[in-house]
């Protein structure tokens, strides 16, 4: 099955699924990407000209199910267009990661991968996640000898035998966090129809919401806004993320970090650069500092063993 997409700059599932975004899709030995969105698992792969795409049993929403999972609605490049020609710095420091698309992933999975996002890299999140899928989640079924699991439902989540058994699988602090939250939602502020319906209400409003779960700060906040609530302006701030306001944006953060009102500082920057997408540029941003860290890294690397450092 495919879905047409205009031009290779539409979309890069490279660039996208190695984003920070989501921490469950894995890359095979054909280069096809493997993951599960929802209650059914897929093989991914993009041409030039479309985007790929398998599973076990076709359904007729599976079409539909990736459209909106990766928001094909929406033009990528022109988006990358729109940018490039209201800021420079933009145009000039996104070459090589064109066609990252902001991921539009269920509210529920995107709070708790985030809340197992906090001090905490992309290799061990998978792993605690990958874990915690199969302990609590479905089985979908065996691609390439591995079995995928669906995301655990958030009353699965949210029973007290929950934490220890995270406890043992890892996660450290974040077991309570994990469910703490599930239980605050299921139990007390009406559940899944409670976060899904965030995405109705304004950013600022979903925010502070957001921010009543135990585990959730600003940072955790904004990404389940962005990744989660269909709230394009929000700003996930961190160290890369300040790094390229004050390098590339003349930020003046006075070496005072991303805490209080610097952590908004920096967001109120991209707005007023970016706007109502400012989020979605941001990633964008973010992938190319990332991109340009790793390049340095194996430079340096490099150099060293010529000698040279």
């Not at 999140?125 to 699991?149: K, Q, W």
Request: charged share 25%.
């Amino acid at each position: 099955q495919s879905i047409p997409l205009r031009c290779k700059a539409e979309l890069s599932l490279e660039i996208t699924l190695n984003a920070g975004q989501a921490f469950r899709w894995k890359k095979n030995d054909d280069n096809e990407w493997v993951g599960a969105i929802g209650n059914r698992l897929y093989i991914l792969k993009e041409s030039d000209t479309a985007l790929l795409y398998c599973t076990q049993s076709q359904s007729p929403g599976d079409r539909e199910t990736l459209e909106d999972y990766f928001r094909l609605s929406v033009s990528c490049s022109d988006l990358y267009r729109e940018w490039g020609l209201s800021d420079p710095n933009f145009r000039a420091k996104v070459v090589g990661v064109e066609g990252l698309r902001l991921l539009r992933q269920d509210p529920g999975e995107a709070l708790i991968a985030f809340i197992c996002s906090s001090n905490n890299n992309v290799t061990r999140i998978s792993a605690m996640l990958n874990r915690m899928c199969e302990r609590f989640g479905t089985p979908l079924g065996d691609a390439g000898g591995v079995v995928h699991y669906a995301f655990p439902a958030l009353e699965v989540l949210a029973e007290k035998k929950v934490e220890a058994t995270l406890r043992g699988l890892g996660f450290g602090y974040r077991a309570g966090y994990v469910q703490q939250t599930a239980h605050m939602i299921t139990e007390e502020l009406g559940g899944e129809v409670w976060l899904q319906g965030l995405r109705s209400t304004p950013y600022e409003t979903a925010r502070s919401e957001l921010q009543r779960l135990p585990g959730v700060g600003p940072k955790v906040a904004d990404c389940v806004c962005l990744m989660g609530l269909d709230k394009l302006e929000a700003v996930p701030v961190d160290t890369h993320v300040l790094r390229i306001a004050e390098r590339d944006y003349g930020l003046n953060n006075g070496g005072r970090g991303v805490s209080g009102n610097h952590y908004r500082r920096v967001g109120d920057m991209f707005h007023s650069v970016f706007g109502s997408t400012a989020g979605w540029a941001q990633a964008v941003l973010f992938a190319a500092e990332l991109k340009r860290s790793a390049s340095g890294r194996g430079e340096e690397g490099a150099r060293r063993k010529r000698g040279v450092v």
